[in-house]
Each structure stands twice: as structure tokens, then as C-alpha cells.
């Protein structure tokens, strides 16, 4: 692996998976070897020795991922934060074989796009929450953030609990933002967290209307995420253009 990327966000639902699935679309068309993963998911169906996470399947479509027990290696049934799950379920949150499994499966590939459980601070287990995750896994990381009304102090707060912990942060996606009829919030928030914080925007992506997660459908995302999301800047110096093969 060369390089890679942790997607987090200032919430659930905020739109990880897709940001994740949009930025391996992309560099798929650039000819990288991309690789996914979401090393820890709750709320998963299926047989019990068997869970299927919706997330790491959209992410394996959207990837052509390859090699399946190491794109989602510890998975829960309960819709919850990973430590409550696993205490639930009488399961062990093992990080050493997410850690493990990550390695192997980056080795794989030339760039990695991990997406992460919730936001920063959503607990594993005991004294490890996803920000030591991302730390763990030396990633350098982007916000998915609403742009709407309640989006800086979300925003802000994530940024903060990431540079506290001396986290990498690329920068920010704002999601599902309106292309007619925006709020005023949704047009002046993007510039106040840029200026408040000096993180970068890397852009914004609008409502695709003919994407369907659950039958696995990008629609337009691929064509949205290239025009919308500043997809060099993503990949920086660490996978610059001449290692693209396309
Ligand atoms: N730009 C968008 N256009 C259309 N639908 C979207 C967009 N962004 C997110 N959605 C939809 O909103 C829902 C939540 O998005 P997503 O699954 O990406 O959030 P998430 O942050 O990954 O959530 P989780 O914390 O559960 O992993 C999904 O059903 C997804 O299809
Ligand atoms: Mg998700």
C-alpha cells in the first residue's frame, strides 16, 4: 500500500459510505488499485457466523474488493456503538486482528479508503475509541459534515477532538447540500469552518437522486464526486499523478 485514507464524519449517517464508495470510483477510474474497508460494523444481518455488513458491501462493489474477511473483520448484529455491541453479543473487539487484517489486506493494494464506525469519539472498547483506530492505522483522515444549520458547531468540535489527538486532518466534505434552494446556513457555513479552522473544503456533494445503497446502485455518484470533490488534493503528494495509471 502507498497510501490511504480514513473516512469519518461528524455523526452517524452523515454519508461515510458514500464519500468512501464516490472516492473509489474515482480512483478506480485513474487506474489505482484501490482497496476498502470497514474494520468494525455494527447493525449487520445475515447468519450469525456469517454477518453481512451493508457498508462493506456497497464499499467491495464500488472497490471490486477481493479477499472478504479482511474488508470487515469484526462485525456485530445490534445497530450500536461497537463496545456495547460486543458486550451483547459476548463477542471480543480484537484491534490487534483489525490492525492485522488491515495490514494485509493494504498490501494488496496501492491506496486504501477505511471507513470508520460513527464519529471520533464513538467508544470500542475500554480507553480506545475510533480516533486511536485512525491513529493506530497512521491514516490521514476526512470529515463528512451536513453543511446545514448545526454544521459548525459539529464540524469544529470534530476537527478539535481530531488535532487534539494529533490526528492528520485532509479536510472536509460537506453532504447532501442543496444545489437550488439552499438554506442561507448551507450557503455561508462551509466558508465560516474553513476560516474558523483552516482546514480545507475538499468540496460538496449534492442529493444523487438515483443512488440505492441496499441493491448496491452508484447512478451518478462517480460523475458528481469528479466534478464536485477535489479529488487531487485527496490523494496529495502521497500518490501524486505520475503513479496513476490512467
Ligand atoms: N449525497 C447523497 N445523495 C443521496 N443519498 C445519500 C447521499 N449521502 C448519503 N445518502 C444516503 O443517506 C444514508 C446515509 O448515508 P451513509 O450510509 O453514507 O452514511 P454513513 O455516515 O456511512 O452512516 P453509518 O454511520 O451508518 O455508517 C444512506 O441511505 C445513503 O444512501
Ligand atoms: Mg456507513
Do not use: W
Request: net charge neutral; with cysteine.
Amino acid at each position: 500500500m502507498k497510501a490511504g485514507i480514513f473516512i469519518t464524519g461528524t455523526d452517524t449517517e452523515v454519508g461515510k459510505t458514500i464519500v468512501s464508495a464516490g472516492l473509489a470510483l474515482c480512483l478506480r477510474d485513474r487506474g489505482i488499485k484501490v482497496g476498502i474497508m470497514k474494520p468494525i460494523a455494527t447493525g449487520c444481518y445475515g447468519q450469525e457466523d456469517r454477518l453481512v455488513s451493508q457498508d462493506a458491501a456497497f464499499l467491495m462493489e464500488a472497490a471490486e474488493g477481493q479477499f472478504p474477511p479482511l474488508h470487515s473483520p469484526s462485525r456485530f448484529r445490534n445497530p450500536l456503538s461497537p463496545n456495547v455491541a460486543a458486550m451483547l453479543e459476548k463477542k471480543e473487539i480484537n484491534v490487534d486482528h483489525i490492525l492485522k487484517s488491515y495490514r494485509e489486506l493494504g498490501s494488496h493494494y496501492d491506496y486504501m479508503i477505511v471507513e470508520g464506525i460513527g464519529g471520533l469519539m464513538v467508544p470500542i472498547k475500554k480507553d480506545y475509541y475510533v480516533a486511536n483506530l485512525i491513529r493506530d492505522m497512521k491514516l490521514p483522515l476526512i470529515v463528512v459534515s451536513s453543511a446545514g444549520l448545526g454544521a459548525i458547531n459539529h464540524t469544529l468540535l470534530t476537527l478539535d477532538a481530531a488535532t487534539v489527538r494529533g490526528l492528520e486532518i485532509k479536510g472536509i466534505i460537506f453532504n447532501r447540500v442543496s444545489v437550488a434552494n439552499y438554506s442561507l446556513a448551507e450557503l455561508t457555513n462551509p466558508k465560516v469552518v474553513h476560516d474558523l479552522s483552516g482546514v480545507p473544503i475538499l468540496g460538496s456533494l449534492p442529493e444523487i437522486d438515483d443512488l440505492q445503497t441496499e441493491s448496491c446502485k452508484f447512478g451518478k455518484l462517480k460523475e458528481v464526486f469528479r466534478e464536485r470533490i477535489q479529488v487531487d488534493k485527496i490523494l496529495g503528494e502521497a500518490f501524486p499523478r505520475s503513479l496513476h495509471k490512467a
